[in-house]
T-cell receptor, first 112, second 114 residues
Framework: GENVEQHPSTLSVQEGDSAVIKCTYS??????FPWYKQELGKGPQLIID?????GEKKDQRIAVTLNKTAKHFSLHITETQPEDSAVYFC???????????FGPGTSLSVIP | NAGVTQTPKFQVLKTGQSMTLQCAQD?????MSWYRQDPGMGLRLIHY???????DQGEVPNGYNVSRSTTEDFPLRLLSAAPSQTSVYFC?????????????FGSGTRLTVV
């Protein structure tokens, strides 16, 4: 079955700096890679996603890159703000099967 | 739309008791899943369903039962609660008909077994 690893487990950055979170997956059949943000006391919320036929996707200050050959994908947050502080989860799934496997999460702290 | 609604938000059980965590969605989503979240373990899949009448096991199914008699509801049953089932439980739904396959999550149920 699919296994998703995520690094680092914790990340502290100064406000305005960039943050990068990296994930690897094991199942080459996975073709959809969403990222979720979880604020304290709330359920995870989808923030960006990428499909296997795309190498990079941007949405304002966040971007995701995918290297299918290496089975790596990464989340990039630029110009970080205190409200970016949260736990971020990557995930991988086969859209035809829809069994979503999450990485263990990264706790991001943005220091004002 | 209410999205995904989970009840109760908090629950304390004694070891050996049984209970049902409720999950309902009003988006007509085909797919629904239950996850548990423990510190340092991320979100682990318990059971999932791709449609009414169809369920399957996830990564950590032992001690839990599910059923999907309607599209809207996907209850999770704890048969005989154990302290190891102390966790935060999330229900989620999605649909292949949406532009992305991203799950919509409920706000969670915090369960403590004493």
């Amino acid at each position: 079955g699919e296994n998703v690893e995520q690094h680092p487990s914790t990340l502290s950055v100064q406000e305005g700096d960039s943050a990068v979170i990296k994930c690897t997956y094991s199942d080459s059949a996975s073709n959809y890679f969403p990222w979720y943000k979880q604020e304290l006391g709330k359920g995870p919320q989808l923030i960006i996603d990428i499909r296997s036929n795309v190498g990079e996707k941007k949405d304002q200050r966040i971007a995701v890159t995918l290297n299918k050959t290496a089975k790596h994908f990464s989340l990039h947050i630029t110009e970080t703000q205190p409200e970016d502080s949260a736990v971020y989860f990557c995930a991988a799934l086969q859209t035809s099967y829809d069994k979503v496997i999450f990485g263990p999460g990264t706790s991001l702290s943005v220091i004002p | 739309n209410a999205g995904v609604t989970q009840t109760p938000k908090f629950q304390v059980l004694k070891t050996g008791q049984s209970m049902t965590l409720q999950c309902a969605q009003d988006m007509n989503h085909e797919y629904m899943s239950w996850y548990r979240q423990d510190p340092g373990m991320g979100l682990r899949l318990i059971h999932y369903s791709v449609g009414a009448g169809i369920t399957d096991q996830g990564e950590v199914p032992n001690g839990y039962n599910v059923s999907r008699s309607t599209t809207e509801d996907f209850p999770l049953r704890l048969l005989s609660a154990a302290p190891s089932q102390t966790s935060v439980y999330f229900c989620a739904s999605s649909s292949p008909r949406t532009v992305n396959y991203g799950y919509t999550f409920g706000s969670g149920t915090r369960l403590t077994v004493v």
